[in-house]
C-alpha cells in the first residue's frame, strides 16, 4: 500500500527552480542563432519603421518634355526642380520616349510643358501642363501631384506683376491636367494583389525549404542521404523540383482570385508571367535551401527565413513606396529578388508590358539564385565532410 507521504508532491524548492532556470540559461547559451534573433529582428524592426518607411515619399523620379522655350517655360522648369516632391532625372525629346520611361518604371512622373505655352499664358488663355503619371500605386504619386498644383500657382508670381497682373487670377494663371496612367481610379488593389503574388511565394517556398536538410538530420535520414552517390547540385536541385509545382499552383490561384474576385486587369501575357514566375520560385526555393544548410534543426530554419522575409516585404515596396525610402533602403532593396519581382508582375498585369521592358529587372533575380546556390552547394559539402 502506497503511503500517503509518497502520494504528495514535493514542495516548491528554490534550489531545484534555480536549477532549472540555470539549464535553460546554458540551453540559451549554446543556441546562439535563436539568441541572436531576439535580440536582431527587434533592432532590425526599429531600424527600419524608424528610418526606412515613408508613407509621404519624396524626390520622385520625373522626366521634363519642355517643348517651348520663353521665359515663363523655363521659369516653370526652373521652380519645378526645386520642388522636393521631385526630382527632374531627364529631359525627352518626345511623347515615345516618354512613354518608354513610364513603362521601365524609371520614372514615376512625365511633365509636358507644351509648345507656345509663354504665349498662351501672356494672352490670358491660361495653358495646361500635362502631368502623366504611373499611378499603379496611388499612393506614392498622390502627394506629389498636390505639391505640383500649388507649386504651379505660385511658380509665376514674379513673372506677372505690373501690366501682366490680371493674368494671376482665383484660378491661377495654369491649368494642371493629371494623367493617371494604368490606374486611373486610384484602386489601391490593383497594387496590392499582383504583389501578394510575390509575398505569398516567398514565404511559404523559403519556409518550406527551408526544412529540407534540417528534416533529414533531425529525421536521422541524412546518414543515408550522404551514403548516396549524389553531388550537392544533384540534392539541392532535386530538393527544389517538387515546389516548384507548388508554387505554380498558388500562382494560379492568386491570379484567378485577383481576376475574378478584384477584377485586377490583365493588360499582358500570362506566359510570360508564368515564365518570370518560375525564376522567381527558384530564387525563393535557393535561399531556403541556403538557409537549410546553415541551420542546425528546423526552429532555425524557420527563424533564418522570417529574418529574410521582414526586410523583403518592408524594402520591396510592397507596402511602403519604394521611393520615398532613403537611398540606403533602396539599395538593400535592389538586392532582394521580391522587389524586382513585384515591378515585373505589376508591370506584365497592369501596364502589359513585355519582354523587354522586364529585363532589367529580371537580370538580378537570375544573379541572386546563382549566388544562393552557390552557397548552399558549398555549406552542403562542408556537411560531407
Given at each position: 500500500?502506497?503511503?500517503?507521504a509518497?502520494?504528495?508532491r514535493?514542495?516548491?524548492?528554490?534550489?531545484?527552480?534555480?536549477?532549472?532556470?540555470?539549464k535553460?540559461?546554458?540551453?540559451?547559451?549554446?543556441?546562439?542563432?535563436?539568441?541572436?534573433?531576439?535580440?536582431?529582428?527587434?533592432?532590425?524592426q526599429?531600424?527600419?519603421?524608424?528610418?526606412?518607411?515613408?508613407?509621404?515619399?519624396?524626390?520622385?523620379?520625373?522626366?521634363?518634355?519642355?517643348?517651348?522655350?520663353?521665359p515663363?517655360?523655363r521659369?516653370?522648369?526652373?521652380?519645378?526642380?526645386?520642388?522636393?516632391?521631385?526630382?527632374?532625372?531627364?529631359?525627352?525629346?518626345?511623347?515615345?520616349e516618354?512613354n518608354?520611361?513610364?513603362?521601365?518604371?524609371?520614372?514615376?512622373?512625365?511633365?509636358?510643358?507644351?509648345?507656345?505655352?509663354?504665349?498662351?499664358?501672356?494672352?490670358?488663355?491660361?495653358?495646361?501642363?500635362?502631368?502623366?503619371?504611373?499611378?499603379?500605386?496611388?499612393?506614392?504619386?498622390?502627394?506629389?501631384?498636390?505639391?505640383?498644383?500649388?507649386?504651379?500657382?505660385?511658380?509665376?508670381?514674379?513673372?506677372?506683376?505690373?501690366?501682366?497682373?490680371?493674368l494671376?487670377?482665383?484660378?491661377?494663371p495654369?491649368?494642371?491636367?493629371?494623367?493617371?496612367r494604368?490606374?486611373?481610379?486610384?484602386?489601391?488593389?490593383?497594387?496590392?494583389?499582383?504583389?501578394?503574388?510575390?509575398?505569398?511565394?516567398?514565404?511559404?517556398?523559403?519556409?518550406?525549404?527551408?526544412?529540407a536538410?534540417?528534416?533529414?538530420?533531425?529525421?536521422?535520414?541524412?546518414?543515408?542521404?550522404?551514403?548516396?552517390?549524389?553531388?550537392?547540385?544533384e540534392?539541392?536541385?532535386?530538393?527544389?523540383?517538387?515546389?516548384?509545382?507548388?508554387?505554380?499552383?498558388?500562382?494560379?490561384?492568386?491570379?484567378?482570385?485577383?481576376?475574378?474576385?478584384?477584377?485586377?486587369?490583365?493588360?499582358?501575357?500570362l506566359?510570360?508571367?508564368?515564365?518570370?514566375?518560375?525564376?522567381?520560385?527558384?530564387?525563393?526555393?535557393?535561399?531556403?535551401?541556403?538557409?537549410?544548410?546553415l541551420?542546425?534543426?528546423?526552429?532555425?530554419?524557420?527563424?533564418?527565413?522570417?529574418?529574410?522575409?521582414?526586410?523583403?516585404?518592408?524594402?520591396?515596396?510592397?507596402?511602403?513606396?519604394?521611393?520615398?525610402?532613403?537611398?540606403?533602403?533602396?539599395?538593400?532593396?535592389?538586392?532582394?529578388?521580391?522587389?524586382?519581382?513585384?515591378?515585373?508582375a505589376?508591370?506584365?498585369?497592369?501596364?502589359?508590358?513585355?519582354l523587354?521592358?522586364?529585363?532589367?529587372?529580371?537580370w538580378?533575380?537570375?544573379?541572386?539564385?546563382?549566388?544562393?546556390?552557390?552557397?548552399?552547394?558549398?555549406?552542403?559539402?562542408?556537411?560531407?565532410?
Amino acid at each position: 500500500m502506497i503511503s500517503r507521504a509518497a502520494g504528495k508532491r514535493p514542495r516548491f524548492s528554490l534550489a531545484r527552480f534555480w536549477a532549472v532556470v540555470f539549464k535553460e540559461f546554458v540551453q540559451m547559451r549554446r543556441d546562439r542563432l535563436t539568441f541572436g534573433m531576439t535580440i536582431g529582428i527587434p533592432l532590425l524592426q526599429l531600424i527600419l519603421f524608424g528610418y526606412a518607411i515613408n508613407v509621404d515619399p519624396k524626390h520622385l523620379a520625373a522626366a521634363v518634355l519642355l517643348a517651348d522655350n520663353g521665359p515663363q517655360g523655363r521659369t516653370l522648369l526652373y521652380s519645378i526642380q526645386n520642388c522636393s516632391y521631385l526630382d527632374l532625372v531627364r529631359r525627352v525629346n518626345s511623347e515615345s520616349e516618354a512613354n518608354q520611361l513610364l513603362e521601365r518604371g524609371d520614372v514615376q512622373f512625365v511633365i509636358n510643358i507644351p509648345v507656345n505655352f509663354t504665349h498662351d499664358l501672356l494672352r490670358g488663355d491660361r495653358p495646361s501642363i500635362l502631368l502623366e503619371a504611373d499611378a499603379t500605386d496611388p499612393a506614392a504619386t498622390s502627394n506629389a501631384i498636390g505639391a505640383l498644383r500649388t507649386l504651379l500657382n505660385s511658380a509665376l508670381q514674379n513673372d506677372l506683376k505690373g501690366p501682366f497682373a490680371f493674368l494671376a487670377g482665383a484660378e491661377g494663371p495654369v491649368d494642371l491636367r493629371v494623367h493617371a496612367r494604368y490606374n486611373p481610379e486610384a484602386i489601391t488593389y490593383y497594387n496590392i494583389v499582383p504583389g501578394l503574388m510575390g509575398v505569398v511565394l516567398q514565404m511559404t517556398m523559403t519556409v518550406i525549404t527551408g526544412l529540407a536538410i534540417t528534416r533529414e538530420l533531425e529525421r536521422g535520414t541524412m546518414e543515408t542521404l550522404l551514403a548516396m552517390p549524389t553531388r550537392p547540385i544533384e540534392v539541392m536541385t532535386g530538393k527544389i523540383i517538387p515546389y516548384i509545382l507548388l508554387g505554380y499552383i498558388q500562382v494560379i490561384l492568386i491570379l484567378s482570385v485577383a481576376y475574378f474576385l478584384f477584377h485586377v486587369p490583365i493588360a499582358g501575357s500570362l506566359w510570360l508571367l508564368f515564365a518570370v514566375a518560375l525564376i522567381f520560385i527558384i530564387a525563393t526555393l535557393a535561399v531556403g535551401i541556403t538557409f537549410s544548410t546553415l541551420a542546425q534543426n528546423q526552429l532555425q530554419a524557420v527563424q533564418m527565413g522570417y529574418f529574410f522575409f521582414l526586410p523583403s516585404i518592408l524594402l520591396s515596396g510592397f507596402m511602403f513606396p519604394f521611393r520615398g525610402m532613403p537611398q540606403w533602403a533602396q539599395w538593400v532593396g535592389e538586392v532582394l529578388p521580391l522587389t524586382h519581382f513585384l515591378r515585373i508582375a505589376r508591370g506584365i498585369l497592369i501596364k502589359g508590358n513585355g519582354l523587354r521592358q522586364i529585363i532589367p529587372q529580371l537580370w538580378p533575380i537570375v544573379l541572386f539564385i546563382v549566388f544562393a546556390m552557390t552557397v548552399a552547394v558549398k555549406r552542403y559539402r562542408r556537411t560531407l565532410d
